[in-house]
C-alpha cells in the first residue's frame, strides 16, 4: 500500500500485546494502541513513539459496547479505514478452575472478554477494515484451545493444568475464527488465530518459557500475510496448530 497502513492491537499497553504493537510498528505502520486503562494506555503510547513507533492511544474496554463503537470512531477520524486488527486482550479469571468446582461467573466473565470482546470488536472496525486494501484480523489464541491436543496422552504437558474458563474460551474463540473465515470468503479479509506459545506475562504469573517478543511473533506474521494468505487458520510459531 502506498499509504503508511494502520494497525489496531487490543490489551496492548502490556505483555504480548506491547510487542506486537512495537513489532508493527517497527515496520513503519501507524498503530492504535486498545486498552482500557487510561494511565497504563499513554504510558506505553509514550514508550512506543520514544523508541520510533508512529503509535497512538485508543481508549477500548472490550467487554463494552459503547467503548467498542467509540475507538471505531476513533480510528476514522485518526485514519479513515483500518488494515490490521489484532484481538489481543484476554484474561484467564483465576485459578484453579477445575470443572466441579468453578464459579459459573468465572466462565461467563472469561468468555464476555476473551470470546464476545473479540466479536464485538470485530464487528465496530469491519466497516473501516473493509475500506482497506489488505485487511487483516488476527485472533490471538493459544494451544490450550486446542481439542485435539487437550485429548491427548500427554494434554498436561502439553495444555496445562485444567482450566475450564481459560482453555474452553479459546477453543470457542478458534471456533469463532472459523465463522468469520466462511463468512469472509470471497472478501480480501483473511482472518486467522495465532498461538503465542508459553510466554512469562502477568496473565499466567510470569512462569513462561517465552519471552513476550517472541509471542508476539505469530500476530506480526499473521498480520503480514501476503493477498494470496491462508485464512481460517490456526498457527503457531513451527506451523499449523490443530484444532
Known amino acids: 500500500m502506498s499509504e503508511r497502513t494502520i494497525a489496531l492491537v487490543t490489551g496492548a499497553n502490556k505483555g504480548i500485546g ?3 504493537a512495537m513489532g508493527l510498528g517497527a515496520l513503519g505502520w501507524s498503530v492504535g494502541v486498545g486498552a482500557r486503562d487510561d494511565q497504563r494506555r499513554e504510558t506505553a503510547v509514550e514508550q512506543l513513539r520514544a523508541a520510533g513507533v508512529d503509535a497512538f492511544g485508543v481508549p477500548l474496554d472490550v467487554t463494552d459496547d459503547a467503548s467498542a ?8 477520524e485518526q485514519a479513515g479505514r483500518l488494515d490490521v486488527l489484532v484481538n489481543n486482550a484476554a484474561i484467564t479469571g483465576g485459578m484453579p478452575q477445575e470443572p466441579t468446582r468453578v464459579d459459573p461467573a468465572t466462565i461467563r466473565t472469561v468468555v464476555e472478554t476473551n470470546v464476545i470482546g473479540v466479536i464485538r ?3 465496530a472496525m469491519m466497516p473501516l477494515l473493509r475500506r482497506s486494501a489488505s485487511p487483516r484480523i488476527v485472533n490471538m489464541s493459544s494451544s490450550v484451545g486446542s481439542l485435539t491436543r487437550q485429548s ?4 498436561e504437558q502439553i495444555t496445562g ?3 475450564v ?4 474460551s479459546k477453543t470457542f474463540l478458534n471456533a469463532v475464527t472459523l465463522q468469520y473465515a466462511r463468512e469472509l470468503s470471497g472478501t480480501n479479509i483473511l482472518i486467522n488465530a495465532g498461538c503465542p506459545g508459553y510466554v512469562a506475562t502477568d496473565l499466567n504469573g510470569f512462569r513462561g518459557v517465552r519471552t513476550p517478543e517472541q509471542g508476539a511473533a505469530i500476530a506480526i506474521k499473521l498480520a503480514t500475510l501476503p493477498d494470496d494468505g491462508p485464512t481460517g487458520r490456526f498457527f503457531q510459531d513451527a506451523g499449523v ?3
Open 161 to 163: 493444568p485444567v482450566a
Open 241 to 243: 496448530v490443530p484444532w
Open 69 to 76: 463503537t467509540a475507538a471505531a470512531q476513533l480510528i476514522e
Open 165 to 168: 474458563a481459560y482453555a474452553p
Open 152 to 155: 491427548g496422552t500427554a494434554a
Open 121 to 123: 470488536v470485530t464487528n
Open 18 to 20: 506491547y510487542e506486537i
